[in-house]
């Protein structure tokens, strides 16, 4: 992506500066620039979000060849879920960028940490007195040693002794991202953000020093027998978060100091009149609405709308949850919009985000206006619910969850405030049998406000696993797919196909649909290991991590047993293929180059 910058020389680092400073860098060391991918991974089942620069990385990390060569170098937008809880503090955030630079069984170690080394000292002009790092401490159980060499390397840059730390697999080790393949173990580099005197040591426990990037050393292999063997394409992978860079280089111990957060924490204040940084609670609330509803608008950008499951829900729980602690710092209701008007003027070289612009402050405004609706009385239900007693029943939290739309998340925050339980385990069955009822319900009967097209959702699942079938059989096994994608409305399917289908083969595949549909199909789940499921001619992205388990549907003709598809899915799916009635193709058409896209409904 091409960065509009027309900043002069002498202005401080910004985050457009920064980041055409890296990719320049690492093209003169003989890099190419590689796309920046959407936040939702196209052709990965297994995760929500890109999580870091590596995610998309993943097939030629394991040895496919990359079209761009084996030095690659790029800046990606990730989303962490997992950092929800960690918003709130200084320098975690759910929405960031990483500058990412990898060697696809190219240079390894020793270059990887003098180009790292090189780039924040000479190009950033950090003082290497405020840079600190740590390696991997080695394991005896897995056989691996001590990792030296990097400590050694590290302080024949002018890093000292005190300054590099061995830590153990927790911190210093990676992967491999599924039961077998490339792992190794990864050096940090942290800085020292206090003004007080810089340390002699650096202390893991001591929060001023902050990493500011990681080094993956991928020089193993792990394979089916667990053993631990050196790795045919030895791989380095390095992280970098460019909030985090930034606010360092313009001399902040704080993020959202800088200018990717400032328009929006300014907003912010002007609506509720309150000062950031002036009340810790407070500036936490601040934090985290300017946190969520940017990376609302990023999540929005990518075809996500708030719904109930997988990345719409984790959309409608950060929504909901940005929604709730502006209340506590009194922000008058409808405002959401208008904190993420800044959003668009920070981030203008993101085209598709500019794009969507209208439908991002629409699906805002919409998710708060269905919230609104019943958060007051929510609320004054979960105070009843928590006077005088101990723990949030099961059964409450659900209530909360299907009458006032509270996510879990929330309801245990809250909770939390107030340190009270919330029974988990008692809510996760109510919702079993909540489900249990309304996949069996005649429609409309159980819907709730809250009440999600899911088994509509189900519905298409199913019909998307017809689709693969069927294509590969009109148009042969080289079909594969490329990515999927569904909607209450309708679901989307992205395929390897050179050329425009015929009429006559997009009607032969709707009929063969049909006909399975009403050849009353039954779709059966059985989990085993990825190398079985390979085995059993199961299709899927061997090429991508997959957990210990799958789960693999098979569409299959109860009376003949003949089987018509068979994948590895996280589901959910129907029973019976005749709950899906009748499937239409809505169009076809041409993807990217190589992949065509086809849209289609059922019912
Ligand atoms: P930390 O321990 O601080 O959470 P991490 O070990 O999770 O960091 P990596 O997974 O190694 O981080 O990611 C590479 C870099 O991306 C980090 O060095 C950091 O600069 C940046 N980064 C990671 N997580 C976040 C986040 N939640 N917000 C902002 N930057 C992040
Ligand atoms: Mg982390």
Redo the contacts with the bound molecule.
């Keep these: 992506m091409e960065l509009k910058t027309n900043l002069n020389k002498n202005q401080k680092i910004t985050r457009k500066k920064l980041i055409k400073k890296y990719i320049e860098f690492f093209k003169s060391k003989g890099h190419s620039e590689i796309q920046n991918s959407p936040l939702i991974p196209e052709n990965d089942a297994t995760v929500l979000f890109t999580t870091?620069g590596m995610h998309p990385l993943v097939p030629y990390l394991l040895g496919q060849p990359h079209p761009k060569g084996k030095r690659l170098v790029n800046f990606q937008k990730c989303f962490?879920t997992t950092?929800i809880e960690?918003v709130g503090d200084q320098?975690?955030?759910?929405f960031?960028e990483?500058l990412g630079n990898w060697s696809l069984g190219d240079y390894f170690k020793e270059q990887a940490i003098k180009f790292t080394f090189e780039f924040l000292t000479k190009e950033l002009k950090i003082p290497s007195e405020k840079l600190a790092a740590t390696c991997f401490k080695g394991d005896l159980k897995l056989n691996i040693p001590k990792d030296i060499e990097s400590e050694k390397i590290w302080n024949s840059l002018g890093i000292p002794k005190q300054k590099i730390i061995f830590l153990d697999k927790e911190d210093n080790w990676w992967g491999p991202a599924g039961n077998t393949g490339p792992c190794g173990p990864d050096t940090?580099i942290f800085y020292w953000t206090d003004k007080e005197n810089i340390p002699e040591k650096y202390d893991p426990n001591n929060k001023n020093w902050v990493?500011?990037?990681?080094n993956v050393l991928m020089q193993y292999y792990k394979n089916e027998k667990g053993e631990f063997n050196t790795a045919k394409q030895k791989n380095i992978d390095f992280?970098?978060?460019v909030?985090?860079?930034i606010a360092i280089l313009q001399g902040y111990n704080d993020?959202y100091l800088t200018e990717v957060w400032q328009p929006i924490i300014k907003q912010i204040e002007k609506i509720s009149r309150k000062t950031y940084g002036e009340n810790k609670e407070q500036t936490k609330s601040i934090r985290i609405i300017a946190d969520h509803i940017k990376a609302s608008c990023f999540i929005i950008a990518d075809n996500i709308t708030p719904s109930n499951s997988e990345q719409g829900y984790i959309l409608r729980r950060i929504i909901r949850r940005a929604i709730r602690h502006s209340k506590l710092i009194n922000i008058p209701n409808k405002s959401l919009s208008k904190i993420a008007e800044p959003v668009f003027e920070i981030y203008d070289d993101y085209t598709h985000l500019q794009k969507n612009k209208n439908k991002i402050i629409k699906e805002l405004e919409k998710e708060e206006e269905k919230f609104l609706q019943t958060l007051e009385k929510g609320l004054k239900e979960f105070k009843k619910l928590s006077k005088n007693n101990k723990e949030i029943s099961g059964k409450d939290a659900f209530l909360l969850y299907q009458s006032y739309g509270f996510p879990i998340e929330m309801t245990q925050e809250l909770a939390k405030e107030k340190k009270l339980k919330v029974n988990l385990k008692e809510f996760e069955s109510e919702q079993k049998k909540h489900q249990n009822i309304s996949r069996t319900a005649t429609k409309g009967k159980f819907s709730s406000g809250l009440a999600d097209n899911s088994e509509q959702t189900t519905k298409l699942h199913t019909a998307t696993h017809l689709l693969h079938a069927a294509l590969r059989e009109v148009l042969g096994t080289e079909v594969q797919q490329k990515g999927s994608n569904i909607t209450p409305e309708r679901l989307r399917f992205d395929f390897m196909f050179n050329r425009k289908l015929t009429e006559q083969e997009i009607k032969k595949i709707e009929n063969i649909i049909n006909e399975k549909i009403n050849e009353s199909l039954e779709v059966t789940k059985q989990e085993m290991s990825p190398e079985q499921a390979k085995k059993s001619g199961a299709l899927g992205f061997f090429e991508h991590k997959y957990g210990e388990i799958v789960s693999v549907y098979t569409i299959i003709n109860p009376k003949t047993k003949q089987v018509f598809s068979k994948e590895i899915c996280t589901g959910p799916h129907v029973k019976n293929t005749l709950e899906l009635k009748s499937f239409k193709i809505l169009k076809e058409e041409s993807s990217s180059a190589g992949i065509r896209r086809i849209k289609a409904i059922i019912g």
């Design positions: 870091a962490r950092d960690e320098i975690h955030h759910t960031f990483m940090e990493e500011i990037g990681n992280g970098g978060g909030e985090r860079t993020n």
